[in-house]
Protein backbone atom coordinates (compact mmCIF):
# COMPACT_ATOMS: atom_id res chain seq x y z
CA UNK A 1 0.00 0.00 0.00
CA UNK A 2 1.25 3.19 -0.98
CA UNK A 3 1.99 6.22 1.54
CA UNK A 4 -0.80 8.57 0.16
CA UNK A 5 -3.14 5.19 0.77
CA UNK A 6 -2.13 4.29 4.09
CA UNK A 7 -2.70 8.37 4.83
CA UNK A 8 -6.23 8.01 4.01
CA UNK A 9 -6.78 4.66 6.16
CA UNK A 10 -5.52 6.78 9.04
CA UNK A 11 -7.09 9.98 7.83
CA UNK A 12 -9.22 11.53 11.06
CA UNK A 13 -7.71 9.06 13.18
CA UNK A 14 -6.31 10.60 16.51
CA UNK A 15 -2.97 9.04 16.51
CA UNK A 16 -1.34 11.08 19.80
CA UNK A 17 -4.67 9.93 22.04
CA UNK A 18 -4.53 6.73 20.42
CA UNK A 19 -1.30 5.97 21.81
CA UNK A 20 -2.04 7.50 25.02
CA UNK A 21 -4.86 5.07 26.12
CA UNK A 22 -3.29 1.85 24.63
CA UNK A 23 0.15 2.80 26.58
CA UNK A 24 -1.43 4.23 29.67
CA UNK A 25 -4.04 0.90 29.62
CA UNK A 26 -0.88 -1.92 29.08
CA UNK A 27 1.22 0.06 31.72
CA UNK A 28 -1.45 -0.40 34.09
CA UNK A 29 -2.86 -3.91 33.36
CA UNK A 30 0.19 -5.79 31.78
CA UNK A 31 -0.05 -8.94 32.69
CA UNK A 32 3.22 -10.23 35.41
CA UNK A 33 5.39 -12.41 32.60
CA UNK A 34 8.68 -13.96 33.24
CA UNK A 35 10.48 -12.63 30.17
CA UNK A 36 9.06 -8.90 30.89
CA UNK A 37 11.27 -8.86 34.05
CA UNK A 38 14.18 -6.50 32.22
CA UNK A 39 14.67 -5.80 28.40
CA UNK A 40 17.09 -8.81 28.06
CA UNK A 41 16.64 -9.41 23.82
CA UNK A 42 18.12 -12.90 24.62
CA UNK A 43 14.95 -13.48 26.99
CA UNK A 44 12.75 -11.62 24.86
CA UNK A 45 14.03 -13.60 21.65
CA UNK A 46 13.10 -17.00 23.15
CA UNK A 47 10.11 -15.84 24.64
CA UNK A 48 9.09 -14.73 21.29
CA UNK A 49 9.46 -17.90 19.53
CA UNK A 50 8.05 -19.76 21.92
CA UNK A 51 4.78 -17.52 21.54
CA UNK A 52 4.61 -18.20 17.91
CA UNK A 53 1.41 -20.55 17.64
CA UNK A 54 1.28 -21.50 21.32
CA UNK A 55 -0.50 -19.77 24.37
CA UNK A 56 1.07 -17.41 27.03
CA UNK A 57 0.08 -20.11 30.02
CA UNK A 58 1.61 -23.00 28.24
CA UNK A 59 4.71 -21.00 27.75
CA UNK A 60 5.43 -19.73 30.88
CA UNK A 61 6.99 -22.66 32.53
CA UNK A 62 8.66 -24.02 29.23
CA UNK A 63 10.53 -20.66 29.11
CA UNK A 64 11.53 -21.02 32.86
CA UNK A 65 12.95 -24.07 32.62
CA UNK A 66 14.94 -22.95 29.17
CA UNK A 67 16.40 -20.18 30.91
CA UNK A 68 17.22 -21.66 33.89
CA UNK A 69 19.06 -24.80 31.45
CA UNK A 70 20.44 -22.45 29.15
CA UNK A 71 20.62 -18.76 30.87
CA UNK A 72 23.07 -17.15 28.13
CA UNK A 73 23.20 -16.77 24.42
CA UNK A 74 26.74 -19.17 25.15
CA UNK A 75 25.11 -21.83 27.12
CA UNK A 76 22.38 -22.49 24.50
CA UNK A 77 25.03 -22.18 21.64
CA UNK A 78 27.46 -24.51 22.96
CA UNK A 79 24.36 -27.13 24.00
CA UNK A 80 24.15 -30.49 22.09
CA UNK A 81 21.08 -30.45 19.94
CA UNK A 82 19.47 -33.39 21.16
CA UNK A 83 19.24 -31.20 24.74
CA UNK A 84 17.87 -28.50 23.43
CA UNK A 85 14.99 -30.50 21.52
CA UNK A 86 14.72 -32.41 25.53
CA UNK A 87 13.93 -29.17 27.02
CA UNK A 88 11.54 -28.03 24.06
CA UNK A 89 9.65 -31.42 24.54
CA UNK A 90 5.97 -31.13 24.63
CA UNK A 91 6.28 -27.65 23.14
CA UNK A 92 5.64 -28.64 19.49
CA UNK A 93 6.95 -26.70 16.57
CA UNK A 94 10.45 -28.28 16.69
CA UNK A 95 12.17 -26.47 14.30
CA UNK A 96 11.65 -23.28 16.52
CA UNK A 97 14.16 -24.62 18.47
CA UNK A 98 16.75 -26.03 15.84
CA UNK A 99 16.34 -22.27 14.17
CA UNK A 100 16.77 -20.57 17.52
CA UNK A 101 20.19 -22.30 18.39
CA UNK A 102 21.78 -21.85 15.12
CA UNK A 103 21.19 -18.21 14.93
CA UNK A 104 22.24 -18.23 18.62
CA UNK A 105 25.25 -19.74 17.47
CA UNK A 106 25.74 -17.64 14.81
CA UNK A 107 25.28 -14.19 17.07
CA UNK A 108 27.87 -15.83 19.62
CA UNK A 109 30.23 -16.37 16.35
CA UNK A 110 29.82 -13.56 14.39
CA UNK A 111 27.96 -10.65 16.97
CA UNK A 112 30.65 -10.80 19.86
CA UNK A 113 27.41 -12.74 21.62
CA UNK A 114 24.61 -9.41 21.32
CA UNK A 115 21.48 -9.71 19.70
CA UNK A 116 21.82 -7.31 16.78
CA UNK A 117 19.98 -3.90 17.22
CA UNK A 118 20.29 -3.39 13.20
CA UNK A 119 17.54 -4.63 11.41
CA UNK A 120 18.90 -6.17 8.83
CA UNK A 121 21.44 -7.85 10.70
CA UNK A 122 18.78 -9.29 13.34
CA UNK A 123 16.48 -10.20 10.24
CA UNK A 124 18.62 -12.46 8.43
CA UNK A 125 19.16 -15.12 11.51
CA UNK A 126 17.35 -18.24 11.08
CA UNK A 127 13.74 -17.99 12.34
CA UNK A 128 13.75 -14.50 12.61
CA UNK A 129 10.68 -13.54 10.49
CA UNK A 130 9.12 -9.63 10.37
CA UNK A 131 7.27 -10.00 13.46
CA UNK A 132 9.96 -11.83 15.61
CA UNK A 133 12.50 -8.97 14.36
CA UNK A 134 9.90 -6.18 15.19
CA UNK A 135 9.19 -7.37 18.85
CA UNK A 136 13.25 -7.27 19.39
CA UNK A 137 14.11 -4.44 18.53
CA UNK A 138 10.82 -2.35 19.68
CA UNK A 139 10.51 -4.32 23.38
CA UNK A 140 14.61 -4.60 23.92
CA UNK A 141 15.95 -2.00 21.91
CA UNK A 142 13.31 0.97 22.15
CA UNK A 143 12.93 1.10 18.44
CA UNK A 144 9.63 2.04 16.80
CA UNK A 145 9.50 -0.87 14.41
CA UNK A 146 6.47 -2.84 13.74
CA UNK A 147 5.29 -6.49 15.39
CA UNK A 148 2.83 -7.81 13.32
CA UNK A 149 1.22 -11.00 14.54
CA UNK A 150 -2.20 -12.37 15.16
CA UNK A 151 -3.78 -10.03 18.03
CA UNK A 152 -2.11 -7.11 16.25
CA UNK A 153 -3.72 -7.46 13.06
CA UNK A 154 -7.24 -8.30 14.50
CA UNK A 155 -7.05 -5.46 16.62
CA UNK A 156 -5.88 -3.16 13.88
CA UNK A 157 -8.68 -5.04 11.57
CA UNK A 158 -11.44 -3.68 14.20
CA UNK A 159 -10.02 -0.51 14.81
CA UNK A 160 -9.08 0.59 11.68
CA UNK A 161 -12.10 -1.35 9.96
CA UNK A 162 -9.90 -3.41 6.90
CA UNK A 163 -11.42 -6.23 5.57
CA UNK A 164 -8.71 -7.57 3.53
CA UNK A 165 -7.93 -11.09 4.20
CA UNK A 166 -5.38 -11.18 6.84
CA UNK A 167 -3.83 -14.57 5.60
CA UNK A 168 -2.58 -12.50 2.81
CA UNK A 169 1.21 -11.63 3.11
CA UNK A 170 0.07 -8.17 1.48
CA UNK A 171 -2.53 -7.53 4.46
CA UNK A 172 0.70 -8.01 6.85
CA UNK A 173 2.58 -5.44 4.68
CA UNK A 174 -0.36 -2.95 4.98
CA UNK A 175 -0.42 -3.53 8.96
CA UNK A 176 2.90 -3.27 9.16
CA UNK A 177 3.23 0.40 7.24
CA UNK A 178 0.39 1.31 9.23
CA UNK A 179 1.97 0.95 12.45
CA UNK A 180 4.88 2.76 11.44
CA UNK A 181 2.48 5.92 11.25
CA UNK A 182 0.86 5.03 14.53
CA UNK A 183 3.40 3.63 16.58
CA UNK A 184 4.98 5.63 19.41
CA UNK A 185 8.35 7.06 19.11
CA UNK A 186 9.01 7.86 22.83
CA UNK A 187 7.79 4.28 24.45
CA UNK A 188 7.43 1.74 20.99
CA UNK A 189 7.59 -1.13 23.46
CA UNK A 190 4.19 -0.30 25.20
CA UNK A 191 3.22 0.24 22.39
CA UNK A 192 3.63 -2.80 20.30
CA UNK A 193 2.98 -4.72 23.79
CA UNK A 194 -0.10 -2.83 23.95
CA UNK A 195 -1.47 -4.10 20.67
CA UNK A 196 -0.45 -7.88 21.48
CA UNK A 197 -2.17 -7.39 25.75
CA UNK A 198 -5.21 -5.75 23.94
CA UNK A 199 -5.76 -8.69 20.95
CA UNK A 200 -5.39 -11.42 23.90
CA UNK A 201 -7.02 -9.95 26.95
CA UNK A 202 -9.92 -7.61 25.49
CA UNK A 203 -10.20 -7.80 21.31
CA UNK A 204 -10.19 -11.62 21.36
CA UNK A 205 -11.42 -13.76 18.31
CA UNK A 206 -14.99 -14.58 19.75
CA UNK A 207 -17.38 -11.63 21.66
CA UNK A 208 -14.55 -8.86 22.17
CA UNK A 209 -15.09 -7.31 25.75
CA UNK A 210 -15.77 -3.69 23.64
CA UNK A 211 -17.14 -2.44 26.65
CA UNK A 212 -14.01 -2.58 28.97
CA UNK A 213 -11.47 -1.45 25.67
CA UNK A 214 -9.42 1.48 26.85
CA UNK A 215 -9.67 2.60 22.76
CA UNK A 216 -13.21 2.05 21.78
CA UNK A 217 -13.51 5.38 21.45
CA UNK A 218 -11.14 5.11 18.01
CA UNK A 219 -12.39 1.52 17.19
CA UNK A 220 -14.26 2.03 13.76
CA UNK A 221 -15.69 -1.49 13.75
CA UNK A 222 -17.18 -0.80 17.44
CA UNK A 223 -19.00 2.20 15.97
CA UNK A 224 -20.35 0.53 12.89
CA UNK A 225 -21.47 -2.53 15.22
CA UNK A 226 -19.12 -5.00 12.96
CA UNK A 227 -16.70 -6.28 15.21
CA UNK A 228 -17.32 -9.34 15.28
CA UNK A 229 -17.32 -9.37 11.64
CA UNK A 230 -13.84 -8.83 11.84
CA UNK A 231 -10.88 -9.64 10.88
CA UNK A 232 -11.43 -11.60 7.37
CA UNK A 233 -9.43 -14.58 7.20
CA UNK A 234 -10.21 -17.19 4.43
CA UNK A 235 -10.60 -20.80 5.41
CA UNK A 236 -7.21 -22.69 5.17
CA UNK A 237 -6.53 -26.09 3.02
CA UNK A 238 -8.26 -29.91 4.44
CA UNK A 239 -5.83 -31.08 6.31
CA UNK A 240 -4.42 -34.32 4.77
CA UNK A 241 -4.96 -37.42 7.25
CA UNK A 242 -2.05 -40.05 7.45
CA UNK A 243 -2.83 -43.43 8.98
CA UNK A 244 0.14 -45.34 10.71
CA UNK A 245 1.21 -48.11 12.65
CA UNK A 246 3.27 -47.48 15.83
CA UNK A 247 5.14 -50.28 17.63
CA UNK A 248 6.14 -50.75 20.79
CA UNK A 249 8.86 -53.33 20.45
CA UNK A 250 10.35 -54.45 23.99
CA UNK A 251 13.28 -57.63 23.88
CA UNK A 252 14.28 -59.80 26.10
CA UNK A 253 16.14 -57.41 28.46
CA UNK A 254 13.10 -55.42 28.71
CA UNK A 255 14.37 -52.57 26.61
CA UNK A 256 12.34 -50.51 24.10
CA UNK A 257 13.41 -49.63 20.53
CA UNK A 258 13.33 -46.15 19.74
CA UNK A 259 14.20 -44.39 16.37
CA UNK A 260 15.51 -41.02 15.45
CA UNK A 261 13.37 -39.04 12.97
CA UNK A 262 15.49 -37.67 9.95
CA UNK A 263 17.58 -34.40 10.06
CA UNK A 264 15.09 -32.49 7.49
CA UNK A 265 11.63 -32.04 7.64
CA UNK A 266 8.54 -32.59 10.42
CA UNK A 267 10.02 -32.86 13.81
CA UNK A 268 13.80 -33.61 12.84
CA UNK A 269 15.85 -35.42 15.14
CA UNK A 270 13.45 -35.98 17.64
CA UNK A 271 12.65 -39.67 19.17
CA UNK A 272 10.08 -41.79 18.13
CA UNK A 273 8.44 -45.64 18.53
CA UNK A 274 8.69 -47.10 15.13
CA UNK A 275 5.94 -46.14 12.81
CA UNK A 276 4.31 -47.99 9.91
CA UNK A 277 2.79 -45.90 7.10
CA UNK A 278 -0.59 -47.90 6.39
CA UNK A 279 -0.88 -46.26 3.67
CA UNK A 280 2.21 -48.40 2.05
CA UNK A 281 2.02 -51.44 3.62
CA UNK A 282 -0.76 -53.79 4.56
CA UNK A 283 -1.28 -54.41 8.31
CA UNK A 284 -0.97 -58.22 7.80
CA UNK A 285 2.54 -57.67 6.38
CA UNK A 286 3.60 -54.75 9.93
CA UNK A 287 5.85 -58.12 10.93
CA UNK A 288 7.97 -58.18 7.49
CA UNK A 289 8.07 -55.04 7.01
CA UNK A 290 9.53 -54.08 10.16
CA UNK A 291 11.63 -56.68 10.05
CA UNK A 292 13.01 -55.79 6.69
CA UNK A 293 13.13 -51.85 7.84
CA UNK A 294 14.83 -52.50 11.02
CA UNK A 295 16.67 -55.30 11.05
CA UNK A 296 14.15 -56.67 14.07
CA UNK A 297 11.79 -59.67 14.00
CA UNK A 298 8.73 -58.99 16.01
CA UNK A 299 5.82 -60.55 16.70
CA UNK A 300 2.82 -58.46 17.47
CA UNK A 301 0.79 -58.32 20.89
CA UNK A 302 -1.94 -56.37 22.32
CA UNK A 303 -3.66 -53.10 21.03
CA UNK A 304 -3.30 -49.80 23.09
CA UNK A 305 -5.14 -46.63 22.91
CA UNK A 306 -4.91 -45.07 19.66
CA UNK A 307 -3.43 -41.93 19.03
CA UNK A 308 -4.74 -38.77 17.19
CA UNK A 309 -2.27 -35.68 16.54
CA UNK A 310 -3.00 -32.53 14.71
CA UNK A 311 -0.17 -30.72 13.42
CA UNK A 312 -1.21 -27.22 10.92
CA UNK A 313 -1.38 -29.26 7.50
CA UNK A 314 -1.41 -32.60 8.48
CA UNK A 315 -4.19 -35.56 10.60
CA UNK A 316 -1.53 -38.66 11.99
CA UNK A 317 -3.90 -41.41 13.10
CA UNK A 318 -2.22 -44.16 15.09
CA UNK A 319 -3.40 -47.30 15.82
CA UNK A 320 -0.66 -48.18 18.56
CA UNK A 321 0.11 -51.79 19.28
CA UNK A 322 3.01 -53.84 21.49
CA UNK A 323 5.42 -56.15 20.27
CA UNK A 324 7.72 -58.67 20.82
CA UNK A 325 11.17 -59.22 19.81
CA UNK A 326 11.49 -63.01 18.23
CA UNK A 327 15.12 -63.05 18.46
CA UNK A 328 18.43 -60.66 18.73
CA UNK A 329 18.04 -57.82 16.10
CA UNK A 330 20.32 -56.49 13.65
CA UNK A 331 22.15 -53.39 14.43
CA UNK A 332 20.02 -50.58 11.96
CA UNK A 333 20.81 -46.76 11.98
CA UNK A 334 19.17 -44.21 14.03
CA UNK A 335 17.68 -46.52 16.07
CA UNK A 336 18.14 -48.04 19.57
CA UNK A 337 17.17 -50.04 22.53
CA UNK A 338 16.55 -48.21 25.73
CA UNK A 339 14.99 -49.36 29.48
CA UNK A 340 12.31 -47.64 30.84
CA UNK A 341 14.36 -45.39 33.14
CA UNK A 342 15.96 -43.84 30.01
CA UNK A 343 13.10 -43.54 27.87
CA UNK A 344 12.43 -40.10 29.70
CA UNK A 345 16.08 -39.15 28.44
CA UNK A 346 15.17 -38.68 24.69
CA UNK A 347 13.15 -35.93 23.32
CA UNK A 348 9.53 -37.33 22.10
CA UNK A 349 7.12 -35.76 20.18
CA UNK A 350 3.59 -35.16 22.11
CA UNK A 351 1.99 -38.31 20.18
CA UNK A 352 4.64 -40.39 21.34
CA UNK A 353 4.61 -39.20 24.58
CA UNK A 354 1.11 -40.14 24.65
CA UNK A 355 2.60 -44.09 23.42
CA UNK A 356 4.92 -43.55 26.63
CA UNK A 357 3.04 -42.53 28.62
CA UNK A 358 0.75 -46.33 28.18
CA UNK A 359 4.00 -48.43 29.00
CA UNK A 360 3.12 -50.21 32.10
CA UNK A 361 6.49 -51.96 33.59
CA UNK A 362 7.05 -53.31 36.73
Known amino acids: MKNNEIKGLLKNFHIDLFQDNLINWFESEKRD ?28 PYFERFIEKFPTLSDLANADEQEVLKAWEGLGYYSRARNLQNAVREVVSFYNSKVPENPKELGSLKGVGPYTK ?114 VIKNSNDEFLIEQRPGEGLLANMWQFPMVPLADVDPEYIESYVEQTYGVPVEIGKQLNPIKHVFSHIIWDVQVYEATVINNPNNVKRTVFVNYDQLKDYPFPVSHQKIRAQIAFD
Request: net charge positive; with cysteine.
Open 134 to 247: GAILSIAYDKPEPAVDGNVMRVLSRVLVVDADIAKQSTRKLFEQAIYEMISPENPSAFNQGLMELGALICTPKSPSCLLCPVQEHCRAFKEGIQEELPIKLKAKKQKKINYCAL
Open 33 to 60: LPWRINQDPYKIWVSEIMLQQTKVDTVI
